[in-house]
């Protein structure tokens, strides 16, 4: 059969196993072997140093880091008192700019509400007026205490009390002063602070006119 | 023989290296399983136990602003000053360092100094509490400790005193706005926006954990922080400063009067609330130092029989039904009677030939029921309903009362006429000021607004839905009722009533107050009030004003210079221009032509 002889052609070996180089390594003279030297010092020495060297550089990352950590531990504490001390102030001012407290203080200063706005009318003639007058002006603070309470509000205002001593230093009278007629330089009692009108409650309600 | 020697010895020796690196290396494998894995939560656990420090971060609760961001709500740091009973002794310069001796009485001398108690105070409960538990570690001496304090008491250096944080609430602007604010109880909101706006308020705290070293301070590394998330900020539509001003002259009306109480409201045409001030209100400060009764708002939750300031809204009904024009003539006695039915003005009168505006304007009671022959109830309460009764405001408040409508079919004959001056029906000060918002606004209600805006800390700005405007009555309507109404203000006989300049409709309403128990009215009770709009060539604000069983002046007129005030006090506040176009002529009388 044909492809029986191809078979058996292509199972003939094509070429013969090398076994030659093998034999001939056997064969071949060993390299020359270098010969083995005891480590130098050097190598140990280097090798030591570096060792230290890590360990110190270790060393001193950790003395870094937890020097870090102190001086953080620190301004956080300095931040967390510093908060504080912005909290503490911030609540002053709260307190001080409340309603209240404005207008305790303008009453003792002796302040009145301000004129209402002017308007110009178009034609350019005259002014329009704002509104009238109210029918109850009363102060913030009178006989029967504070209208609108803040218990946060304990004492009085400090401005009301610091600008009243001024004035009240301011309007000594020295020898010499001119005074308005019929006040004598002898009273030297210090001038009155500026007193807000009181009008008693029940006395501007106008009344009621037919029903 | 030697080479075969050497080459076995050095083969158990090799085997005997890699064996016990071996079992070494199991043991290790072991017991790092052992750890690792096998015990390893219970050792965490110990170790945290030994160095771990586990912190609480307070978030810090939102604070409350009007609308310029005036602070009317805020949360502050606070310290609770506790003490260990049981370790409470003196101090020894050689044990405790401290330069001489500090005897426990020398040491609450000195906190009662910065707490302002008094020191045998202190002691008495210090050994009241020891008489109770001889080992008690605990007691709480002060609380509401504020910075500087706690930075005092820490100073002292006492080793069995303890700073507790706590933080708390405080309302710089004290009782403006106190019933609108609320305030709050331990650790939750009691009342007002406080309750009603907590879930923007409140905020999430946060932990630390920490190792610590000998001396307290964190491992570097071992910090394991979970933040605290602080609440959002919830801004009102009410401007502090009016609503100050309105609380004072409330207060200074309420007293003059010598009322049980005083409401006032100010909104503008679009439905924001600019403020509502009562008087008395809570200091949410120290809100216990307030009566029970005072500590909400009446404006939300007290309804109450709304008298004659009611008309309004019947006459824009019947207008915008075609059933009455203002001209409209009549003839009006001063009572009106049908079969099981009796209706009488105020004060006895003849017959008055009035036309509709001057019924209105004259708040005849008779008139306004011959007006109404014609209006079916059931048309009218659709309107009550469009108008906003019947159904809380969109507000939300808290305990806001909403007062149901009743079923019109359902009425008695009396009732039937009594509703179209508002007796007979029930309705809060909040839902007749928005009901005069529609009418301010071109007869189109918007909702009610109280609260602008909540601003969580990452910026997220979300405003509450408060639904669309709802048409309630034409535009026309709503114009020509508030030009009856601006002739209340000028022909209704009260010179404490008109600001000259300006054009200003309003109507006025004293209401017969019923027992608690509902037997009928209270003779010795009326609620008067006045409810308005201005200016009415271009509305912008809508006031309402009422006191409650007033002594002095016991009709409408004792409301209306507190009226006047408050309209006044806005113009200032807000620079209100005069009005330019003339006022409203239309005519309230007629005569008869002369045959």
Not at chain 1, 99 to 125: C, H, K, N, R
Not at chain 2, 310 to 321: G, P, T
Not at chain 2, 379 to 401: C, I, K, N, S, W
Not at chain 2, 471 to 496: C, I, K, N, P
Request: glycine fraction near 8%; aromatic fraction near 6%; charge should be negative.
């Amino acid at each position: 059969m044909t492809t029986a002889a191809i078979v058996d052609i292509h199972a003939l070996p094509t070429r013969a196993p090398e076994q030659q180089p093998e034999r001939e390594r056997h064969l071949r003279a060993l390299p020359a072997i270098a010969a083995r030297r005891a480590p130098r010092l050097v190598h140990g020495v280097v090798a030591l140093i570096g060792l230290t060297g890590i360990v110190v550089a270790q060393l001193g990352l950790s003395v870094v880091i937890s020097e870090g950590a102190y001086r953080l531990s620190a301004l956080e504490g300095e931040s967390t008192a510093l908060a504080r001390t912005e909290q503490t102030l911030a609540e002053d001012i709260a307190v001080l700019s409340s309603p209240q407290y404005v207008a305790v203080a303008a009453d003792e200063l002796g302040m009145l509400a301000g004129q209402p706005s002017q308007f110009l009318t178009l034609s350019g003639a005259a002014t329009a007026g704002g509104p009238d007058a109210l029918w109850m002006q009363t102060p913030a603070i009178d006989r029967s205490g504070i209208y609108v309470p803040n218990a946060l509000l304990a004492e009085e205002p400090q401005a009301a009390a610091t600008v009243r001593a001024v004035q009240a230093e301011a309007a000594r009278p020295y020898p010499g002063m001119l005074l308005p007629a019929g006040e004598s330089a002898v009273a030297g009692a210090p001038a009155p602070a500026p007193t807000v009108v009181e009008p008693a409650p029940g006395t501007l309600l106008p009344t009621a006119v037919g029903e | 023989m030697g080479v075969k020697r050497i080459r076995s010895r050095n083969r158990v020796r090799t085997m005997l290296v890699a064996v016990l690196t071996f079992a070494l290396l199991a043991t290790f494998v072991v017991r790092l399983a052992d750890i690792q894995l096998v015990r390893a939560e219970a050792l965490n656990a110990e170790a945290d136990g030994r160095r771990g420090v586990s912190e609480t971060i307070f978030g810090s609760r939102g604070p409350i602003v009007d609308a310029q961001g005036t602070v009317l709500a805020e949360s502050v740091d606070r310290w609770d000053l506790t003490i260990s009973p049981q370790y409470t002794r003196d101090l020894l310069p050689e044990v405790d360092g401290v330069e001489s001796t500090v005897t426990g009485g020398e040491a609450l001398e000195r906190i009662a100094a910065i707490t302002g108690q008094d020191p045998l105070d202190l002691q008495a409960m210090i050994l009241a509490e020891l008489e109770r538990d001889p080992d008690s570690d605990y007691l709480l001496l002060a609380s509401g400790l504020t910075a500087t304090q706690f930075e005092a008491v820490r100073d002292l250096d006492l080793p069995y005193v303890y700073l507790r944080l706590n933080p708390q609430r405080v309302y710089p602007a004290g009782s403006v706005a106190g019933n609108l604010v609320g305030f709050m109880g331990q650790s939750e909101p009691l009342a007002g926006i406080e309750r009603s706006e907590k879930a923007c308020l409140a905020a999430d705290d946060g932990s630390r954990t920490f190792d610590r070293s000998a001396d307290g301070t964190p491992i570097p590394g071992s910090m394991l922080t979970e933040p605290a998330v602080d609440g959002g900020t919830v801004r009102l539509t009410i401007d502090a400063d009016v609503q100050y001003q309105a609380q004072q002259l409330t207060a200074q009306y309420t007293a003059q009067l010598r009322a049980r109480s005083g409401t006032s409201i100010v909104m503008r045409a679009d439905g924001t609330v600019v403020a509502v001030a009562e008087s008395s209100t809570v200091d949410p400060n120290d809100p216990t130092a307030t009566d029970q009764r005072d500590r909400g708002s009446r404006a939300f939750t007290a309804a109450y029989e709304p008298g004659s300031i009611f008309k309004a809204f019947s006459f824009a009904a019947m207008v915008d039904l075609g059933l009455v024009s203002p001209r409209d003539e009549l003839s009006v006695p001063w009572t009106y009677t049908a079969p099981g039915v009796r209706v009488r003005d105020a004060v006895a009168h003849d017959v008055k030939q009035w036309t509709a505006a001057g019924v209105l304007v004259n708040s005849s009671n008779s008139g306004m029921v011959r007006l109404a022959e014609d209006m079916d109830r059931a048309d009218y309460y659709d309107y009550l309903d469009r108008f906003g009764f019947g159904e809380p405001t969109a507000v939300g408040f808290a305990g806001e009362q909403a007062v149901p409508l009743r079923d019109p079919a359902a009425l008695d004959p009396q009732t039937q006429l009594n509703v179209l001056f508002g007796q007979g029906i029930a309705a809060t000060p909040i839902q007749l000021a928005s009901a005069y918002q529609a009418l301010a606004n071109g007869g189109e209600r918007l909702p009610v607004r109280l609260i602008d805006s909540c601003t969580l800390p990452d910026g997220t700005v979300t405003t509450p839905e408060l639904g669309g405007a709802e048409r309630v009555v034409s535009e026309s309507t709503a114009r020509q009722t508030l030009e009856v109404l601006e002739r209340v203000v000028t022909d209704y006989g009260y010179e404490t009533f008109p600001i000259e300049g300006y054009r200003i409709a309003a109507k006025t309403g004293t209401a017969q107050m019923a027992y608690e128990d509902g037997s009928g009215y209270d003779p010795s009770r009326m609620m008067i009030s006045v409810a308005g709009v201005f200016p009415v060539d271009d509305p912008q604000f809508v006031v309402l004003t009422l006191f409650d069983s007033p002594q002095t002046i016991r009709t409408s007129g004792g409301a209306i210079p507190a009226f006047h005030d408050m309209v006044n006090l806005l113009i200032r506040h807000y620079d209100i221009p005069p009005s330019t176009t003339p006022a409203s002529e239309v005519p309230l009388e007629w005569t008869a032509d002369q045959p």
